[in-house]
């Protein structure tokens, strides 16, 4: 046996069907006060406050794209300003040469930067990255 709720003129009624091939109601069967005050305060007070709740947060699609473009912005920018300082920190000519970077690393560090020393070849790498 199920119980569906019914909601009619008379009231709020649970009808209960005999199983599951038939789904025509037997017979109704009031609903006990204690679940018809749970149910009125559901619909009074918890309802509201729930959809409430709920629509606080809602994101507009607007803001996402404008999150999105300030962000690759940002992105730009930073990709812009450590190129400045390509040469100092990534030739053979800056702060630390390939030698002294590959005798420092670890042997499960890689950087693609190892492959070449040269101005040139740094600013290659630097752009396809």
């Not at 008379?10 to 749970?38: F, M, T, V």
């Not at 559901?42 to 959809?51: A, C, G, N, T």
């Not at 101005?119 to 790498?125: A, D, L, P, S, V």
Request: hydrophobic residues 40%; proline residues 4%; glycine residues 8%.
């Amino acid at each position: 046996m199920y119980s569906k709720l019914h909601r009619d003129e008379k009231g709020d009624h649970l009808l209960q069907s005999d199983g599951w091939w038939n789904d025509s109601p037997s017979r109704e069967a009031p609903i006990p006060k204690w679940q018809n005050a749970l149910l009125t305060l559901w619909r009074v007070i918890f309802h509201p406050l729930w959809l409430r709740f709920k629509g606080s947060f809602v994101l507009d699609v607007r803001s996402i794209a404008f999150y999105r473009i300030v962000m690759g912005l940002t992105v730009i920018g930073d990709v812009i300003d450590r190129g400045r300082d390509l040469i100092f920190h990534y030739t053979d000519d800056g702060i630390m040469p390939r030698d002294l970077s590959i005798a420092w690393q670890n042997d499960q560090w890689y950087s693609v930067y190892n492959i070449t020393g040269a101005q040139t070849g740094e600013i290659y790498i630097y752009g396809s990255c």
